[in-house]
């Protein structure tokens, strides 16, 4: 998998509390209950996003001009640059993120579980868990998570999400039946208020949380032979305008690696494959779709493939499969 976590001065920008899967042992580990100040150190999130006017040359001796209506927004550990924002932008700090999900949060009974940066801080991210966990097969557990992401480039807003994480996964997971679609979100025309966000996230636990684990729980009771996961496989995969479609059509979409890779993990290759549930079953199919989209799906650069399984084509996707699935059952 690719390397897309932040790594500053030979050290991983993430952490997680002892015990969660995470990528490739990347990053520090801290004990559950740690204090704020200690996260902030240990993910490597104990800077801010600083502004400076832009400045360029007006001739060849070197005389600067400025642009007062555009600032550079950069680090201000290593003063890195990380984008270009006008000088309406409101910058949303790390520290802001990790409060709402460790201070407030930790109110309402979640524990901040993994917090980080991703494309040299461009992308700031942290984890919590409210605690309520389900077993869809035996030992196949997902976990209800809240999910609470930013850009610091001028690329994007904040949003928090409702997601699900499966341990037997190294990663960490969004799966969720309705789509991606953020629970709270907040443009950087707006000044990040910890407060306001807790609000907008409605730190309680989640009551979508059941209903979803009764989807899977039926998915994992539906068998599908190779047959039928073939057919779905190929309906989910083939292009939009594909109705009929010739054999020369057809066969691009079931020679493709994606058609070819979903179809491994699910005949044994995929992680947890084999586990009660998920075996020859609609739950085991979308398990590998989920597993094709977060590690195997050809993104443009190899350094976008963590992005666009979490906040990206990759969700779209599993979207996608989750809903052919759940219209078998």
């Known amino acids: 998998m690719s390397d897309s976590i932040t790594r500053t001065n ?7 509390v002892v015990g969660t899967p995470v ?20 993910a490597g999130l104990n800077w801010t996003v600083q502004r400076a ?25 290593t003063k890195e640059p990380l984008g270009i924002a006008s000088d309406a932008y409101e910058t949303h700090q790390p ?6 999900l460790k201070n407030e949060a930790t109110k309402a009974g979640y524990e901040l579980e993994t917090a980080g940066s991703l494309h040299g801080g461009r992308i700031i991210w942290a984890m919590a868990s409210d605690g309520q966990e389900a077993e869809i097969g035996k030992g196949d557990r997902i976990l209800a998570r809240t999910l609470l992401k930013t850009h610091t480039d001028g690329s994007g807003a904040t949003e928090g999400y409702e997601t699900e994480v499966c341990v037997v996964c190294a990663n960490t997971l969004r ?7 953020a ?4 443009t950087h025309r707006s000044k990040y208020n910890v407060d306001a966000m807790a609000r907008k996230l409605g730190l309680v636990h989640d009551t979508s949380f059941p209903s979803r684990v009764d989807a899977y729980r039926r998915l994992a009771d539906k068998a599908l032979s190779i047959q039928r996961a073939e057919r779905i496989v190929f309906d989910i995969l083939k292009p ?4 009929a479609g010739t054999m020369q059509e057809v066969e691009k979409v079931t020679s493709s690696l994606g058609f070819r890779k979903v179809l491994d993990l699910f005949n044994g290759a995929g992680r947890g494959s084999q586990m009660d549930g998920r075996k020859d079953t609609a739950w085991g199919l979308l398990n590998a779709f989920t597993e094709y989209a977060d590690h195997h799906a050809r993104t443009t650069s190899e350094d976008n493939r963590t992005v666009s399984a979490w906040f990206g084509a990759g969700d779209a996707l599993k ?7 759940l219209a078998t059952v």
């Open 240 to 243: 939009a305008n594909l109705i």
């Open 53 to 77: 006017i832009v400045r360029y040359c007006t001739d060849r001796a070197g005389t600067l001009a400025s642009l007062p209506s555009q600032h550079v927004l950069l680090r201000s550990d």
């Open 319 to 325: 979207s996608k499969a989750a809903a052919a699935l």
């Open 175 to 181: 799966a969720a039946t309705q789509g991606n679609t």
């Open 183 to 186: 629970k709270a979100r907040i």
């Open 95 to 100: 520290r802001q993120l990790l409060e709402t």
């Open 10 to 16: 030979g050290k991983d920008e993430f952490a997680a």
């Open 23 to 42: 990528w490739h042992g990347k990053g520090q580990r801290l004990v559950r209950g740690a204090p704020l100040e200690q996260w902030l150190v240990d």
